[in-house]
């Protein structure tokens, strides 16, 4: 497995959990990095996206204003920091390399995927 994601765990709605990915073989350090969720019974969907060197972010509008996503490349490490946890956040989180230095919105964009860690939100 090239990435590596943690975090996961059972949280209150309201609460806040923090993601990582890690890139230990540092396979990654020039791609565009993101997370996607799967939710039981339903398609695997983009969360957010960082490009290689951080400087272009992109967030669904399902979490935007309430995840914020990072990375640190002398760690060769990601992060995705979630407030205001909902219900609806509930699923496994993937996080996955893009083909390019650049990170898109679409699955076909990313080539290398982590396992999955996830994220249980009670009400």
């Known amino acids: 497995v090239q990435l590596q994601a943690s975090g996961g765990g059972l949280v209150q709605a309201g609460g806040s959990l923090r993601l990582a990915c890690a890139d230990p073989r540092r396979t990654s350090s020039n791609n565009g990095l993101g997370w996607f969720r799967q939710a039981p019974g339903k398609e695997r969907e983009f969360v957010a996206a960082i490009a290689w060197n951080g400087g272009s972010i992109s967030y669904s509008d399902a979490v935007k204003g309430r995840f914020a996503i990072s990375r640190e490349r002398a760690k060769n490490t990601m992060y995705l920091q979630m407030n205001s946890l909902r219900p609806e956040d509930t699923g496994a989180y993937y996080c996955?390399?893009?083909?390019?230095?650049?990170?898109?919105?679409?699955?076909?964009?990313?080539?290398?995927w982590g396992q999955g860690t996830q994220v249980t939100v009670s009400s």
């Open positions: 996955a390399a893009s083909r390019s230095a650049v990170a898109g919105t679409s699955i076909s964009s990313y080539n290398k």
